[in-house]
């Protein structure tokens, strides 16, 4: 028997999950250009083998997004743009599922002009992606703690991705983080080994942790001198979420992505996994 | 004041761990094809951050590697292809080191042919930098476990080794060989993830652990059907020594590679290592 509802909603959120520990879902309401109102309701699950390279309709993450827009086939476009912005920069641990899947349901109830090209819905969608791949992120196996790492002046929007990869899937940044330890050689060992281009002397390093936002590196160079100020930056990194937020000096591309520390729960839940 | 002698190359052994807890060394002596007798020594560190790609005359694994064998500079071609063979071959955490470094110093006091292109001191060599590979895996930071794994049958060399590295890197698979989990999903999940070429229907996997060899998967099919032989693979990893044997069955190419499971003391290593 099926039901419809807010209980019924909760349910299906709550049957999808694993080793989930946080429902995932998110709900929005959307005043379109042409004064439509839409609504965006989005459910997911995922905690580990989490490194989603999504492409629309071919695609462990589960996701389904639902609304009443109005949007056509057409929309796939801007639809994979969203993915490859949202889920598609999510990495738990570098492991891609083989059946990372995402759902967008439209039924076009809210009535309308066709919402492909409104930017408002675009927004909306944005948001709410983004929002459940920040979740994801947070609760990934055994986490603690979640990574968001911000790469500006990239050459390209590629190199800006694969530094954000290479960062967030490295097990020594993702131990040092769970231990608060602000070991910033780690970070510019990832962004050697990315393969992405800059020079050295160009990159500006700050991590950002609650309202502290720590200058590391500027010009390259260490900012900090002292003992003392080692322990700003280890205060700045003891929150639940922690910002990586590195300036390369190469070019003007961007993107961010999230990830989570390494815990001795991650190898306990994927140690002691009963096939 | 420098010494030589057992004592002062044990000592300089053991001057250049760090997180290490096992002295990395090796010597051979072999007859080369003149009859000359050559020696060739040589002592490495490396245990964490620990997944080298070094280019000869460019390469934080160290290791040293003298002979008095009759070499010249054109063997360099050669020592690069034992490099990629061994070393290169190995992964910790896939985390490069911006230093690692590995030096063939060769003296030429045995005298005889020029060694360059005899057969007995390449393998000698390579005999000696494939020991020096196995122990620095199986001294990964935290490490209860060496893995080796094993690719046949690709289509090319880069896919056998893109694969090896896919596998070994997985924190799923490593974790899953830390706590004998015969798991053989995440080995499959590294399959695809890799990128390389395969029909599920043509691949064979084996896991073997000390003198047990248990064949899981036959055609891309599970070879083990009840809860019995799931016992027994769990048996054949626990062993200090896990070997994954994977036939593509896509083609002739064939490598090897090692590295370590992924352990709670990995975790306290990194997480609490003092900046």
């Known amino acids: 028997e099926l039901?419809?509802?807010?209980?019924?909603?909760?349910?299906?959120?709550?049957?999808?999950?694993?080793?989930?520990?946080?429902?995932k879902e998110c709900a929005v309401r959307v005043r379109l250009s042409d004064g439509t109102l839409v609504y965006i309701g989005a459910i997911c699950k995922g905690s580990g083998m989490i490194a989603p390279h999504m492409k629309v309709l071919h695609g462990t993450t589960l996701s389904?997004?639902?609304?009443?827009?109005?949007?056509?086939?057409?929309?796939?476009?801007?639809?994979?743009?969203i993915l490859d912005g949202s889920l598609n920069m999510v990495s738990v641990d570098g492991d891609q599922s083989t059946n990372d899947t995402s759902i967008l349901l439209a039924n076009g109830m809210a009535g309308g002009k066709c919402a492909d090209d409104d930017p408002e819905f675009y927004n909306a969608l944005n948001f709410v992606m983004t929002k459940i791949?920040?979740?994801?992120?947070?609760?990934?196996?055994?986490?603690?703690?979640?990574?968001?790492?911000?790469?500006?002046?990239?050459?390209?929007?590629?190199?800006?991705?694969?530094?954000?990869?290479?960062?967030?899937?490295?097990?020594?940044?993702?131990?040092?983080i769970f231990g608060s330890d602000p070991n910033y050689g780690r970070i510019m060992m990832a962004l050697g080994?990315?393969?992405?281009?800059?020079?050295?002397?160009?990159?500006?390093?700050?991590i950002k942790g609650g309202d502290m936002e720590v200058p590391i590196l500027d010009s390259g160079a260490p900012v900090f001198q002292d003992e003392r100020s080692v322990e700003v930056v280890r205060?700045?990194?003891?929150?639940?979420?922690?910002?990586?937020?590195?300036?390369?000096?190469?070019?003007?591309?961007?993107?961010?992505?999230?990830?989570?520390d390494l815990t001795y729960d991650y190898v306990?839940?994927?140690?002691?996994?009963?096939t």
């Open 193 to 206: 080994n990315s393969g992405c281009k800059f020079n050295l002397e160009d990159v500006r390093l700050t």
């Open 268 to 274: 306990r839940i994927n140690a002691e996994y009963a």
């Open 3 to 23: 039901f419809d509802g807010r209980q019924a909603d909760a349910n299906l959120a709550e049957a999808i999950m694993t080793t989930d520990t946080i429902k």
């Open 133 to 176: 791949a920040r979740t994801v992120a947070s609760d990934g196996e055994g986490a603690t703690k979640l990574i968001e790492v911000r790469v500006s002046g990239a050459e390209t929007k590629e190199d800006a991705n694969k530094l954000i990869k290479t960062i967030i899937n490295s097990p020594l940044v993702k131990s040092a």
């Open 235 to 260: 205060m700045a990194m003891d929150n639940k979420e922690v910002c990586i937020i590195v300036d390369l000096g190469a070019g003007n591309e961007s993107s961010v992505g999230w990830g989570c």
């Open 64 to 81: 389904l997004i639902t609304t009443d827009a109005n949007i056509s086939p057409a929309f796939r476009a801007k639809w994979q743009q």
